[in-house]
């Protein structure tokens, strides 16, 4: 039981990426940032990543989340992507969130997915991190 | 600045605007000031009491977005160092307050609205539906696949053709996008950068086959490519190859494109990144003098290619800061020009400029309010002296934007042109206080920058360390935080918020773009001659591989055989590789 406290507990590691082709990284630097200040150990992808690249640094990385973020209305393809791809490689219990410039009508296909979060512009970072917080404690609980 | 090395120049300036400031002037006589001096004090004490008019106790703080402290009130005293020739007139050096003797007088600005999406053939009747409005410039936006150089049937497109505007995969679409627009009768600007030289080609392959010649063109593409790699990040290869590319440019066109503006040197994307005022103003005119100095080292005469320079800002929703900086950075760039790169001829210091209003600063919560910031800000580049403008649409932070939010954006510059009188006396904030004091603070911090940078190792150095995108972020984060702990507000987001389902009606793209641009590429590479597409990349690619040559000659060759923006934009990839961006977080 000790253990599985600290586990829940344990620093989060996430990977923050923009898995396409978008150099709008104002908003991804200013999250790792907000991430990195509210105490996870912060990985960011680099620009240009393809959504291959991104699973593949997940894997790599092993870490406990991948947040998407896209402005150029590419999300509805390159977000599940990686998801996929991140399952195909052993990655299911990842979690994976995003956010960008997504429409209302593409949120539920990418929720059924599992691809949570999706915060527009104007979101608040402590209910962005919260949110990661609490898929991630879900996620630990479940292991 | 472009190599980098200590300048004394930046300091000096610096510390004369500082000494300056101790010093009186002549506009104003030493008693007269005393007297308001007096008068100050007696207003102080009688309003302030002992708090002074010190704004301590205020929650915000009093300053500018750019962090720069602000007094309650302006007086004489604040300029009391002015001298008149520091202001000057209108079309005269320094040219703060305009580049024009008439100014708007003589003609209004170029309304000029950025437009682009879907096929070439939903763009071209974008275009023409504009024209048909009243706009008097053409600006066309890119798809994200077009940008990084890559066709419409690469891997790397899939998803993203026709979604944040026009894509261009061979010189078949521009003819599209400008079919039945006589290229003689208007100026395009084209926002495209890495590829930039490839554009410009086809631009002037469709002159040709509409018979106009390319000696008459007028517009630009932007082919800034020092601000992609401080801010907007569409790049291809690493920065040497890229500034060779704009140098095989500059001395194309000088020769053959005359009246084209073959830089856009653009702050635009530097202030949408994160920056503050003052540091876009610094790093864009510091990339505007590293593009002197390239024009300078490939032997052309200052006098040749300045003219063809313009510059692109950005305009925020800090009114007077915008303004401040428009004016501060025309005489910027005449004094630098004249005093350090030793320009005489005056069509060469003048610094003529586009303004966009700020995408960043529209909301996605009650769009609407958008047309009012837009507003706000059009009238700041206004009152700045723009020479042409963009506003945006009150839906794009939602998406690219639908005709009816168009048309709004495009009445609000004709209601600034026409209704308000704004544009019948020439910088008409000129000798205010106010916005003479902060036009020379904001002046003060780009010689500072301008030194920081030179003393870094100048621009290529800075780009390659990192050091200007880490210190846009470190200013985004500061942004970002002061809107969340409420120091700053943005109303219907921190402010006045509430609920919403779906306000506003946005456009649609769907995947019809794509499915119609590699079938007309496919079209287009069964019918073009094999043979010649060959001989032209090879030759081209020769090109890439000798530093002398110049590449854009053998380029337009390709793009009239059909080669397509791929093909030339791979054989550069063959040769220079890829870039790989520092470490900024």
């Not at chain 2, 604040?78 to 307050?97: C, K, M, T, W």
């Not at chain 2, 000798?431 to 911090?445: A, F, R």
């Amino acid at each position: 039981m000790a253990k599985k406290t600290a586990a829940i507990q344990k620093k989060i590691r996430i990977l923050v990426a923009k898995p396409g082709l978008d150099g709008h990284d104002r908003g991804v630097l200013v999250l790792a940032r907000a991430f990195r200040d509210a105490g996870m150990e912060v990985i960011y992808s680099g620009l240009l990543p393809s959504p291959e690249q991104v699973a593949q640094m997940a894997i790599d990385e092993d870490v406990d989340v991948v947040a998407l973020s896209l402005l150029n209305g590419a999300h509805m393809t390159a977000f599940p992507k990686v998801k996929k791809l991140l399952d195909k490689m052993g990655g299911k219990d990842i979690v994976v969130v995003g956010g960008g410039i997504i429409p209302e009508e593409d949120k539920p296909k990418l929720l059924k997915l599992g691809i949570t979060g999706l915060y527009g512009p104007g979101s608040s970072f402590e209910e962005i991190v919260e949110h990661v917080r609490g898929r991630v404690r879900k996620e630990r609980r479940r292991e | 600045m472009l190599r980098g090395g200590k300048d004394a120049y930046w300091r000096r300036k610096a510390k004369e605007i500082v000494e300056k400031r101790a010093r009186e002037g002549t506009l104003y006589d030493g008693k007269a000031i005393e007297n308001v001096r007096k008068g100050l004090k007696q207003w102080e004490d009688a309003f302030y009491g002992t708090r002074g008019a010190a704004p301590a106790d205020e929650k915000r703080g009093f300053q500018t977005a750019s962090g720069i402290p602000l007094k309650p009130l302006y007086t004489p005293i604040d300029v009391s160092n002015a001298e008149y020739p520091d202001q000057g007139f209108p079309g005269v050096y320094p040219f703060l307050r305009g580049v024009h003797p008439t100014m708007y007088r003589g003609r209004p600005w170029t309304m000029r609205m950025f437009s682009g999406f879907g096929t070439p053939e939903d763009t071209n009747k974008r275009l023409k539906l504009l024209l048909e409005h009243g706009e008097t410039g053409l600006s066309v936006a890119f798809d994200m696949p077009t940008l990084y150089g890559y066709d419409c049937d690469h891997q790397r497109a899939h998803g993203e053709v026709g979604r944040c505007g026009v894509n261009v995969s061979s010189m078949k679409d521009m003819e599209v996008i400008f079919d039945g627009i006589p290229l003689d009768r208007v100026s395009t600007s084209m926002t495209i950068n890495a590829p930039a030289t490839v554009l410009t080609c086809m631009y002037a392959g469709v002159a040709k086959k509409q018979g106009v010649p390319i000696a008459r063109l007028r517009g630009t593409a932007q082919a800034d490519m020092l601000k992609e790699y401080i801010a907007q990040k569409e790049w291809v290869y690493p920065p040497e190859a890229h500034l060779r590319l704009v140098r095989d440019l500059m001395v194309f066109a000088t020769k053959e494109m005359p009246l084209w503006n073959y830089i856009s040197i653009s702050g635009y994307h530097i202030r949408e990144a994160g920056s503050s005022a003052a540091q876009e103003l610094a790093f864009t005119l510091a990339d505007g003098f590293g593009y002197v100095e390239l024009g300078l080292e490939a032997g052309l005469k200052v006098e040749q290619f300045a003219p063809r320079l313009s510059f692109f800002f950005n305009s925020t929703m800090d009114f007077f800061e915008e303004i401040a900086k428009f004016r501060a950075a025309r005489r910027i760039w005449a004094r630098v020009l004249s005093e350090k790169y030793g320009v005489k001829d005056k069509r060469s210091l003048l610094m003529r400029f586009h303004t966009q209003t700020s995408g960043a600063s529209l909301t996605w919560q009650q769009p609407l309010n958008n047309a009012v910031r837009t507003a706000i800000e059009a009238l700041a580049a206004v009152l700045g002296g723009t020479q042409s403008l963009h506003t945006n649409s009150y839906d794009e932070a939602w998406a690219l934007p639908t005709e009816q939010a168009v048309e709004v954006a495009l009445r609000t510059q004709q209601i600034i042109a026409e209704e308000t009188g704004v544009p019948n006396v020439i910088d008409p904030l000129g000798g205010s206080y106010y916005v003479e004091w902060l036009t020379e603070q904001i002046e003060e911090e780009a010689y500072k920058y301008f030194d920081r940078i030179d003393s870094a190792g100048g621009l290529l150095r800075a780009i390659k360390t990192g050091y200007l995108q880490r210190e846009i972020a470190e200013n985004s984060y500061r942004l970002s935080k002061r809107i969340e702990e409420g120091k700053d507000s943005v109303v219907g987001v921190n402010k006045y918020a509430k609920s919403e389902k779906k306000p506003i009606e946005t456009l649609k793209i769907n995947f019809k773009a794509q499915r119609s641009q590699i079938r007309r590429l496919a079209a287009v590479k069964l019918e073009r001659n094999q043979a010649k597409v060959k001989a032209a990349l090879s030759k081209m690619g020769k090109a890439f591989e000798n530093e002398d040559a110049n590449s854009i000659y053998p380029m337009l060759e390709a793009v009239t055989q059909y080669a397509t923006l791929g093909e030339i934009v791979d054989e550069g990839r063959r040769v220079w590789g890829r870039f790989e961006e520092p470490q900024i977080l």
